[in-house]
């Protein structure tokens, strides 16, 4: 006895609409990763430096901005910590790509900052309120770096980031 061929369906079965709906959801969120990777790929990556993993200082705040609006971040500070998905460390790591450097510290402890954030060749380096040094400023300058006084957090804000 041979087997009869069962004619095929053109309808889909409750289980394989719930299959096609996890298939679509997966893809979804596949796409937007995909766009969330590409999005951070196309922003410029920035270096905070004097970055803490203390949520009620003003660098804690600005890490998760930036974040939030896609940026890739690099953190250094006085202790590691965890600042949302970014790793504070407290070396100073060779890195590439760096287009902004932003400061969170005061014009003294910057100074032992000057060679490394030199040798970055970053586009520009925000001091921040409190960050402001004359020194610092001039030798960004003279390295074709612009620097800027200004607050990261308000930059953000108003899209001038």
């Excluded at 006085?78 to 969170?104: C, F």
């Excluded at 030199?118 to 960004?140: H, M, Q, T, V």
Aim: proline residues 4%.
């Amino acid at each position: 006895m041979g087997l009869a061929a069962q004619p095929r369906s053109n309808t889909i079965s409750p289980g394989m609409q719930s299959n096609a709906a996890f298939t679509k959801q997966a893809l979804d969120l596949l796409y937007t990763q995909h766009n969330i990777i590409i999005m951070e790929e196309q922003k410029n990556k920035t270096l905070v430096i004097g970055a803490s993993g203390d949520p009620s200082r003003y660098s804690y705040l600005a890490i998760n901005k930036l974040r939030n609006n896609g940026y890739p971040v690099l953190a250094i500070g006085k202790r590691n910590a965890m600042v949302g998905d970014v790793e504070v460390v407290t070396d100073k790591k060779e890195t590439d790509g760096i287009d902004t450097v932003v400061l969170y510290l005061n014009a003294d402890h910057q100074k032992e900052y000057y060679n490394y954030i030199l040798s970055l060749k970053p586009k520009r380096i925000i001091f921040n309120p409190g960050a402001e040094n004359a020194e610092l400023y001039d030798l960004a300058q003279a390295n074709n770096i612009k620097p800027m006084e200004a607050c990261t957090l308000v930059l953000l804000s108003t899209g001038q980031y």
